[in-house]
């Protein structure tokens, strides 16, 4: 079983900044393909980012590729992403999720995400 828990969201004005974290628990986070999700008022949820269990590969949906980074510590066993220049439309509560396969690829839209955290709002004003 793996539990993840965000924090980091918050208020913010179109153009600032926002760092969200995911700490996971378990010893085999590290062989783990994480992603970062949000769903915003009355949307479906979508893909943000993923980054694989060594952190050399990264993926990112093109609405925020140039403004978003992912990383990760596998000592601190924490996944992070790094919001810059966020708009308004960027508003929504944002969910870290864990593919448990061990050493799997980060595969678009074919990653098997099992667990999910419970979610941190984002609120950017305009």
């Known amino acids: 079983q793996v539990q993840l828990v965000e924090s980091g969201g918050g208020l913010v004005q179109a153009g600032g900044s926002l760092r969200l974290s995911c700490a996971a628990s378990g010893r085999t986070f590290s062989t783990y393909v994480m992603g970062w999700f949000r769903q915003a008022p009355g949307k479906e949820r979508e893909f943000v980012a993923a980054?694989?269990?060594?952190?050399?590969?990264?993926v990112y949906a093109n609405s925020v590729k140039g403004r978003f980074t992912i990383s990760r510590d596998n000592a601190k066993n924490t996944v992070y992403l790094q919001m810059n220049s966020l708009k308004p439309e960027d508003t929504g509560v944002y969910y870290c999720a864990a593919d448990p396969t061990p050493y799997q690829t980060v595969l678009p839209g074919r990653n098997r995400y099992d667990y999910w955290g419970q979610g941190t709002q984002v609120t950017v004003s305009s």
């Open positions: 980054i694989s269990w060594s952190g050399r590969n990264t």
